[in-house]
């Protein structure tokens, strides 16, 4: 008998608000997630506001950030399906930690660079790879019950989504009144917490199942890539997630480039636009559970993504005086927010229903290859386009090409899909396998 199957027969208990050792992970992420939008705002503002850096140098920033999904979320994704997978976020964290208490240090002593900004940027990059292909795994192992995989996820949705109003308006006041660099303490302190609230977790964490034979790591990257392609509902899941992160990011940064150099607006007013539109993350994290119980799983999530995907096109349209301009920049963001909110809950619930236990790891180095992948093509891409034709222009053709990503949410397999799937088996392992 599989440990997936050990785990479904299991009794469930009534809520995941009885399971303490999930609500102390869910408190600690909930705060790291938190220090993550204060950085997500006061590291490029640093750069702006401290280094007058342009919109291609800003562009490269957020591709820094995001592209070591790129190279390495599919190699961690192997090593976190070969080790216990607290110990690897342990360890992220607290590089996390260290290096972004290290950029205040450098800004009081005026050695901070832009360089140094952009290594460090990096480098936090590589920590938070290391992280995602990890915690995503690590949820089972405390939810234990398949039926609480919505919960769980809703649960995180709703923390994810409580960061994005809070953070982007916290971010605001502290760059305001501590400067950009200092304001990233914050962010350091934010994993601190995580690191101690993975310390005090109690479930045990089973150690990986020995393979029949020895590992062999192209092997089983492939498996991984495999698992996820040939699967139409994880397949349609990625390539569509890839667009619409290459889209939000996109937008956001480029706004990001428009509000700072167009229209003037301070760090604190683009952090007020951020946390009120953000509200509808939460709202939608919030109604995501009663929402798929009383509808169609496949149309719950082509509504969510449609308006996830439609947003953008509402900061093209606004014009007219400065209120209406922020007002319509506010629903643009609350339209995008509020898709997303839903669409998240749906999309790691599939995920995690449609996976063995033992190919987590590897589905979520995948995933997020793919969409933090396009995240950081999209962050690029908007400093590159913005320097090019402004950043008024590159949001029109930013708003098209999101639009466009519809057809595809048209013919995906999920569309069809009324609930979760059952919990697939455990794949033999093939013999035969050398180390490499």
Not at 191 to 213: D, F, K, N
Request: charged share 15%; proline share 6%; with cysteine.
């Amino acid at each position: 008998m599989t440990a997936t199957r050990t785990r479904i027969e299991e009794p469930a208990s009534e809520s995941l608000w009885r399971n303490g050792d999930f609500l102390k992970f869910w408190l600690g992420e909930t705060l790291s997630l938190l220090g993550t939008q204060v950085t997500n705002l006061a590291l490029p503002l640093t750069a702006i506001l401290a280094f007058h850096a342009t919109d291609e140098q800003v562009g490269v920033l957020r591709f820094l950030q995001l592209v070591p999904y790129l190279g390495l979320a599919l190699i961690f994704g192997v090593w976190a399906d070969r080790a216990r997978r607290r110990r690897i976020m342990l360890g992220a964290n607290l590089v996390r930690m260290l290096l972004l208490a290290l950029v205040p240090v450098l800004y009081w002593t005026d050695t901070l660079s832009l360089a140094a900004l952009l290594v460090i940027a990096c480098a936090v990059g590589v920590a938070s790879v290391l992280f995602d292909v990890s915690w995503m795994s690590y949820v089972p192992t405390l939810v234990r019950d398949p039926k609480h995989y919505v919960e769980a996820g809703a649960k995180m949705g709703t923390s994810s989504s409580a960061a994005d109003v809070a953070g982007p308006g916290l971010a605001g006041v502290l760059v305001g009144a501590l400067t950009a660099p200092v304001a990233l303490i914050v962010d350091a302190f934010s994993y601190l917490v995580s690191l101690v609230s993975l310390l005090l977790i109690r479930t045990p964490e089973p150690r990986p199942r020995p393979p029949a034979a020895r590992r062999h790591l192209p092997t089983e990257l492939r498996d991984g890539l495999r698992l996820v392609l040939k699967n139409p509902v994880l397949r349609s899941l990625a390539l569509i997630g890839f667009c619409c992160n290459f889209s939000m990011v996109t937008v956001w940064t480029m706004f990001l480039l428009y509000g700072t150099h167009d229209l003037d607006l301070d760090s604190a007013a683009l952090g007020a636009v951020f946390a009120t539109a953000s509200v509808g993350g939460l709202i939608g994290a919030g109604i995501s559970r009663n929402v798929i119980r009383r509808f169609r799983l496949g149309l719950v999530y082509v509504v969510a993504q449609s308006a996830l995907l439609l947003g953008p096109t509402l900061i093209v349209l606004a014009t007219g005086p400065r209120p209406v301009m922020v007002g319509m920049f506010v629903l643009s963001f609350f339209t995008t927010y509020l898709g997303l909110g839903v669409a998240g809950v749906i999309i790691v619930s599939l995920r995690q229903a449609s996976t063995p236990q033992s190919m987590m790891g590897r589905m979520t180095a995948v995933f997020r290859t793919l969409l933090f992948g396009g995240g950081a093509l999209g962050g690029l891409f908007a400093g590159l386009l913005s320097g090019r034709i402004g950043a008024r222009g590159a949001l029109t053709v930013a708003a098209i090409g999101s639009a466009a990503v519809l057809i595809a949410l048209a013919l995906s397999p999920v569309r069809r899909l009324r609930g979760l799937p059952s919990p697939p088996e455990e794949p033999a392992p093939a013999a035969g396998r050398t180390a490499r």
